[in-house]
């Protein structure tokens, strides 16, 4: 079986901050955080197919999650000018998009079917097909993780990531799962 080892020493070049595998059992779930979500807190509430409504209600996102047994959750950790910086906070939020596709690309290549959340929104389309049309690019597009319900601060805190990095820092957050009994080499 495809060890978790050659997974980490290919990560490990990555300009990951931190990360850590977890068991999906352990997820820290909260209806709390989709209430933030409807009271449209971050902005992207209805606007893309990554955020609810569009996909779905807290329990039916747990109960994807729970196909899965196995998860990694990393951040990246970028400076800012101070908390004003909009441009820093979405050159950040670009740069960890682009870290996350390459993380999941080497997943890809080792794990069939993932399950793939991370920053709100999706900015993949300068305008997004929603509710119109399918998804352009349902495999690029990674849906929120506080929009699937889950609780990162204390995600973060379980997993022993900081969940916050200090001041004039932006830490954001990715979490992949998957199956390590599902990997392409086979048990
Ligand atoms: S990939 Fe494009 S169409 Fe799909 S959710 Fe993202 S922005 Fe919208």
Redesign the pocket.
């Given at each position: 079986m495809m060890s978790i080892c050659n997974i980490e020493a290919e990560i490990k070049l990555l300009p990951i901050h931190e990360y850590a595998f977890l068991k999906s059992e352990d997820l820290v779930f909260s209806e709390e955080v989709r209430i933030l979500c409807e009271k449209n807190q971050c902005g992207m509430y209805g606007t893309?197919?990554?955020c609810p409504p569009a996909i779905g209600s807290i329990e039916e996102c747990r109960k994807q999650c729970m196909q899965y047994e196995d998860g990694f959750l990393f951040t990246t950790a970028t400076k800012v000018k101070n908390r004003f910086d909009m441009q820093g906070w979405l050159d950040a939020r670009k740069e960890h998009e682009k870290l996350t596709d390459q993380v999941v690309k080497i997943f890809r290549a080792h794990y069939k079917d993932l399950l793939i959340l991370s920053t709100e929104g999706?900015?993949?389309?300068k305008n997004?097909?929603?509710p119109d049309e399918p998804?352009?690019?349902?495999d690029?597009?990674y849906p929120a993780t506080e929009g699937y319900g889950i609780l990162v601060m204390q995600q973060a805190k379980l997993c022993s990531i900081k969940y916050n990095n200090g001041p004039n820092t932006v830490t954001y957050f990715s979490l992949i799962l998957f199956n390590r009994r599902n990997n392409k080499e086979g048990s």
């Open positions: 893309c197919w990554a999706c900015m993949v389309c997004c097909t929603y998804c352009r690019f349902p690029r597009m």
